[in-house]
């Protein structure tokens, strides 16, 4: 028959049993605290990073900045630190980047609607134009709604952009559209996040569908007519950029050798521009010490030579030649003297006419 364990036993089994766990916790701690020291801690970067800085709207900031880097011990980490800057202002960027939207917390690029300006659907009312200023203000913007005030927005986009009065259809409209509900949203957006700081995702993943939908009418806007692609962009004040192909895979080390290539080629080119400016430099000072060479040189030459003519006229080896021999008027005297012998007058071709 198997013998019932006493309660002092069971006592005493049950606290060894603690002790044991309690050894193997400390045991998994130390070794996972000790892998964790050993390895390092993981670098860790925001990726809903809030942009402050209005520069970053700039597509290429990033890169020009990885260009600006000093060239360094540290240069490897400072291009990992502003790639994961990068990664982290990306999401902000996108939305607010093409609108001019980075440090806008009062307008968000909406046009300035006067308030005593009847609302919209008011304004082919006749009576209106006789009532009283308070019943004005009751159908006035000041008085409007959410909806209805956007509704005012897009429509003074609208009218902006619109190629006549009945236009209800075309691509520029339908930008201008667009572009009040991305600017109206994001004012939304901001007014949520004053209240509460949970993210409205449900929102900005609208204002995400609908800023890809304006660039594809902008693109096929722009393909179809320049002219209006341009007065388009100024009249809404959009910042269009040609979207560019990723050269390379989208991680850190991909990028920062990118980087780094390119880095590598501006130095080369740099320095060869530099070396190429040294070497027109020495080419020219080359040229005019040269030329003083030279120049000092015939001087020279020319004193010896005059030197040995004075000594050759001394010796009786030449003589100084006294005004200027000239060949032709010498043979015409000859040739005049000779007839005048001879004939007893000048030739024919000296006669006077």
Known sequence: ????????????????????????????????????????????????????????????????????????????????KLYYEKIGSERDLGLKAADNLILEKTEFGLPRIEKSKI??????????????????KIFSVEMATRKELSQEWKNSLINSVRQHSLDGNSLEMKIAWLTALIRHWSLLVNDIGQETRKKPTWLTHRIWLVINERRKSLRIL?????????KTIAALKI???????PAHVKTRKAWAE?????????????????????????????????????????NELNKLAEEMHRIDVIEGKSFKTAGRYEPSLISSLT??????????????TMTEK
Do not use: W
Request: net charge positive.
């Open 1 to 80: 028959m198997k013998k019932s364990s006493s309660p002092l036993q069971s006592v005493n089994r049950q606290k060894s049993k603690t002790e044991k766990n309690k050894s193997m916790i400390n045991l998994r701690r130390l070794v996972h605290t000790s892998s964790q020291l050993e390895r390092g801690r993981t670098a860790f970067y925001n990726i809903h990073q809030k942009v402050t800085d209005p520069a970053k709207q700039d597509p290429d900031f990033f890169e020009k900045k990885a260009r600006e880097l000093p060239l360094d011990q540290n240069y490897i980490d400072a291009l990992s």
């Open 119 to 136: 609302r919209a659907k008011y304004e082919d009312l006749d009576v209106l134009s006789s009532a009283p200023d308070s019943v004005k």
């Open 222 to 230: 722009r393909e179809r007519n320049e002219k209006a692609f341009e």
């Open 239 to 245: 910042s269009y950029h040609v979207p560019k192909q």
């Open 258 to 298: 990118a980087q780094l290539k390119l880095r590598v080629e501006n130095e080369k080119e740099k320095r060869l521009e530099q070396l190429h400016e040294e070497y027109d430099k020495q080419v020219e000072e080359h040229k005019r010490e040269t030329q003083e060479k030279k120049r000092t040189l015939n």
């Open 335 to 348: 040739e005049s003297v000779i007839h005048s012998n001879l004939f007893y007058h000048p030739p024919p």
